[in-house]
């Protein structure tokens, strides 16, 4: 069982046509949902008009979608600070404020650089990827893997909270220039309130390791093990079509003037 969505060329209309497709699906809510972004960079800031759309609609009843991607990576620390300075600055000054626990600080970026063991140093997952991908000694094209689910903090009884993003696969595509390409996976996936920031924070994160590693952003890749059009606190199913309208409209192209 597995919904396609045709590819997308962006950020914004991967978003719109993923949202098309589970919003079609009985209970608006589908499994194995495959979400592909040809260009994962682009349309993903409020200068798109679909995005700004988006992201007014959520500024009344969830997070933006500026807060969403920034969970997956701090673009504004890291091109303030540099890498691999801005690891500690992130873990200095945001998990000191943000932190609710042990359990869960809300932010995928502190589990891929400091991911919990039981013995010894944490390991930085996503610095360890950087720097052998941009060593050219190192001949591995597919053993660039991320793991986010953590079976001690994250396996309890509540079906809500908690992690949603479980897992990142990277790969250098041999081509010329070489290229990055990046499969995430969702345990479960809110396709109103998350899935917008979700893939621009995705593309911010391939973008900062192609920089590093001297690579070509590639296409990137969700899959959604399950996906539901939600209904975000405070907003009905009516909400949701009159935002998806807005949507379709701020893309729609602007007729030529007449004469």
């Known amino acids: 069982m ?3 969505v045709p590819p997308q060329p962006d950020c914004a209309t991967a978003w719109r046509e993923a949202v098309r497709a589970v919003d079609a699906e009985p209970g608006h809510e589908a ?4 979400i592909d972004v040809a260009d994962p960079t682009a349309g993903s800031t409020i200068a798109h008009p679909g995005v700004a759309a988006v992201d007014a609609f959520l500024a009344s009843c969830a997070k933006p979608i500026e807060t969403v991607a920034n969970t997956i990576f701090p673009a504004a620390l890291y091109y303030r600070h540099g890498a691999p300075e801005f690891f500690d600055v992130f873990n200095h000054r945001v998990l000191a404020k943000v932190r609710r626990g042990e359990r869960w600080s809300g932010y995928y970026f502190e589990r891929m650089i400091d991911y919990p063991v039981s013995s010894g140093n944490s390991p930085n997952q996503l610095w360890n990827i950087v720097t052998r991908m941009g060593d050219r000694s ?5 053993k660039y893997e991320i793991s986010l689910f953590d079976p001690v903090r994250d396996v309890d009884n509540s079906p809500y909270g908690g992690q949603c993003l479980s897992f990142l696969s990277f790969k250098i595509v041999p081509s010329a220039p070489r290229k990055l390409i990046l499969t995430a996976q969702y345990r479960n996936h809110y396709y109103v309130e998350k899935l917008l920031g979700n893939i621009i924070g995705l593309g911010r994160l391939m973008s900062f390791v192609a920089r590093e590693a001297e690579l070509e952003v590639g296409s990137l890749t969700i899959v959604s093990t399950h996906a539901k059009v939600d209904q975000p606190p405070r907003t009905n199913r009516g909400e949701i079509k009159t935002l998806l309208a807005q949507f379709d409209q701020a893309i729609a192209p602007v007729a030529p003037a007449t004469v």
């Open 138 to 142: 190192v001949k591995a094209l597919n």
């Open 31 to 34: 499994y194995n949902v495959i």
């Open 2 to 4: 597995y919904l396609p």
